[in-house]
């Protein structure tokens, strides 16, 4: 691969963390605001990874069918947040095949970084629970800088010093292709993941064919 930096989207990508982040909300959400009754599945989060923490929220309130003020929604997404940044670093996710032997070797050859859509913390969750740390170089979120997927992905290549041209951008959702695109750099599907992308895009079925890119 042509490349000096390869960026990874985390859910649907690296690792299938819906069932423990599921567990972790409705656990909140009962403690905090059991008169909702409100009930987090694993659907859910499939269809909600990926997308930004304001479009989750309405999400799962829109979807609950319950009147809660703004004031109450923002006040139990937030215990939900912080919630499963504690959940997850002790109970993980179900990491894909293949992924440490992946980012091992291509650690020798390129720098590495994750960007995601997620809440601060949620990826230093991910590498203190697999201990992948060692293998990646920088890591961006919108709960960090409050900025769309695709300018965190332009960002985190220029305070590497590199050029669009010089990174990818793996991820499995339209979104992840469609910030990619706006940042201008390279997009391989993870097919595996959540979502679907335009037909004809680069794409893997397995992580480790990376290795032979």
């Known amino acids: 691969m042509n490349k000096k930096m390869i960026l990874f989207d985390l859910d649907?990508?690296?690792w299938?963390?819906?069932?423990?982040?599921?567990?972790s909300w409705t656990e909140s959400i009962k403690r905090v605001a059991p008169e909702t009754g409100i009930v987090i599945t694993e659907d859910?989060?499939?269809?909600?990874?990926?997308?930004?923490?304001?479009?989750?929220k309405k999400m799962m309130f829109e979807?609950?069918?319950?009147?809660?003020?703004?004031?109450?929604?923002?006040?139990?997404?937030?215990?939900?947040?912080?919630?499963?940044?504690?959940?997850?670093?002790?109970?993980?996710?179900?990491?894909?095949?293949?992924?440490?032997?992946?980012l091992k070797a291509l650690s020798e050859t390129y720098r590495l970084g994750i960007v995601s859509n997620?809440?601060?913390?949620?990826?230093?969750?991910?590498?203190?629970?697999t201990g992948f740390e060692k293998y990646i170089s920088d890591i961006e979120s919108y709960g960090n800088t409050g900025r769309p997927k695709a300018d965190n992905i332009a960002l985190?290549?220029?305070?590497?010093?590199?050029?669009?041209?010089?990174?990818?951008?793996?991820?499995?959702?339209?979104?992840?292709?469609?910030?990619?695109?706006?940042?201008?750099?390279d997009f391989i599907h993870a097919a595996y993941g959540f979502g679907r992308v335009p037909e004809g895009t680069e794409q893997i079925f397995d992580i480790e064919e990376l290795l032979e890119r």
């Open 12 to 14: 649907g990508t690296l």
């Open 16 to 23: 299938d963390s819906s069932k423990q982040v599921a567990e």
């Open 44 to 56: 859910f989060m499939h269809r909600a990874m990926g997308k930004v923490m304001d479009e989750i």
């Open 63 to 102: 979807e609950a069918d319950v009147e809660v003020s703004k004031e109450r929604q923002d006040e139990i997404y937030q215990a939900c947040s912080v919630d499963e940044i504690a959940y997850v670093t002790v109970h993980g996710g179900e990491v894909y095949p293949n992924v440490e032997k992946t």
């Open 118 to 129: 997620c809440q601060c913390g949620y990826i230093e969750a991910f590498l203190q629970y």
């Open 156 to 185: 985190v290549v220029e305070r590497n010093g590199l050029s669009p041209k010089d990174a990818v951008y793996l991820g499995d959702t339209m979104g992840d292709y469609e910030s990619a695109t706006k940042a201008g750099v």
